[in-house]
Nanobody
Framework: QVQLVESGGRYVQAGDSVRLSCVSS????????MGWFRQAPGKARQFVGC????????KYADFVKGRFIISRDNDKNTVYLQMNNLKSEDTAVYYC?????????????????WGQGTQVTVSS
């Protein structure tokens, strides 16, 4: 069983930046697509973005609009989500997820393993 542990969530002001990290226990991390999702209070979980294992292809949700960047360090089994120019509507629990089939999926059911999430709160 793969374990994913997110960290880095915190309370910030609108316009600030936050970098989230997600460490994977998978021996095959370097071959997984890693994705980020978020869930705001009272709303369904939504796709934020994902990156393939080679780090040469990524997909982002439209609302990201260049504010968020995903990167990964396969030597450290870690994927990052850099979030810039945060807005109050970015307030949510952020989850990382792993797809061992290596797709660039935007649907939850395309991911096999999930972390417990980390809270990001943006105050306006």
């Amino acid at each position: 069983q793969v374990q994913l542990v997110e960290s880095g969530g915190r309370y910030v002001q609108a316009g600030d930046s936050v970098r989230l990290s997600c460490v994977s226990s998978a021996n095959s991390f370097s071959r997984h697509t890693m994705g980020w999702f978020r869930q705001a209070p009272g709303k369904a979980r939504q796709f934020v973005g994902c990156m393939n294992w080679r780090s040469n292809s990524a997909k982002y949700a439209d609302f990201v609009k260049g504010r968020f960047i995903i990167s990964r360090d396969n030597d450290k089994n870690t994927v990052y989500l850099q979030m810039n120019n945060l807005k109050s509507e970015d307030t949510a629990v952020y989850y990382c997820a792993a797809d061992y089939l290596g797709r660039l999926g935007a649907r939850e059911n395309e991911y096999h393993f999930w972390g417990q999430g980390t809270q990001v709160t943006v105050s306006s």
